[in-house]
T-cell receptor, first 111, second 112 residues
Framework: EAQVTQNPRYLITVTGKKLTVTCSQN?????MSWYRQDPGLGLRQIYY???????DKGDVPEGYKVSRKEKRNFPLILESPSPNQTSLYFC??????????FGPGTRLTVL | SQELEQSPQSLIVQEGKNLTINCTSS?????LYWYKQKYGEGLIFLMM???GGEEKSHEKITAKLDEKKQQSSLHITASQPSHAGIYLC????????????WGAGTKLIIKP
């Protein structure tokens, strides 16, 4: 089944404790992206990647890192999480068209 | 830069009634996508529109793109509890090959 998977789905952590949210797609898509969704603000793009080893900042990249060592994986790294990074995070991928396929989301709470 | 405005922000509708959600762009739309999100879950693709005047339907949901390609509407006929959720419109970002820009979403509640 074609899908985008994210792990974990839920995470509660404390300020400053490094964490990684994994994202994997099995559709051989070149484009992958991370978004955060906050009430009233819609989807805001954090980082995106056009292909392996090619990443670029989105609209809200501060406090986040990403890597794209393999085509299928695009992890999101928070080196030192802060409470303002509490949010619902989505990974998405896209192939030759622009239609994006979304993962199920990761709800992160930073205390 | 291009912006997408969705209206209304939220909507409460009696089950069985029809409703319309709008997505208006500050610039010409070259690709417009409608997604549905159940609360706290992932986004499910509904429909994509590209041509002025285009209309697509799936079950009881119809999406249209106006002739000027600056506004899209999503119409639900005879609403059901399963239609509840957040509806988001996204549009091709002309300055980028893959990026989409997004509306803030419309929260739909269906009253039984």
């Amino acid at each position: 089944e074609a899908q985008v998977t994210q792990n974990p789905r839920y995470l509660i952590t404390v300020t400053g404790k490094k964490l990684t949210v994994t994202c994997s797609q099995n559709m051989n898509h070149e484009y992958m992206s991370w978004y955060r969704q906050d009430p009233g603000l819609g989807l805001r793009q954090i980082y995106y990647s056009m292909n392996v080893e090619v990443t670029d900042k989105g609209d809200v990249p501060e406090g986040y890192k990403v890597s794209r060592k393999e085509k299928r994986n695009f992890p999101l790294i928070l080196e030192s999480p802060s409470p303002n990074q509490t949010s619902l995070y989505f990974c998405a991928s896209s192939g030759s068209g622009r239609k994006q396929f979304f993962g199920p989301g990761t709800r992160l709470t930073v205390l | 830069s291009q912006e997408l405005e969705q209206s209304p922000q939220s909507l409460i509708v009696q089950e069985g009634k029809n409703l319309t959600i709008n997505c208006t762009s500050s610039k010409t739309l070259y690709g417009l996508y409608w997604y549905k999100q159940k609360y706290g879950e992932g986004l499910i693709f509904l429909m994509m529109l590209q041509k002025g005047g285009e209309e697509k339907s799936h079950e009881k949901i119809t999406a249209k793109l106006d002739e000027k390609k600056q506004q899209s509407s999503l119409h639900i006929t005879a609403s059901q509890p399963s239609h509840a959720g957040i509806y988001l419109c996204g549009a091709d970002n002309i300055g980028s090959n893959y990026q989409l820009i997004w509306g803030a979403g419309t929260k739909l509640i269906i009253k039984p």
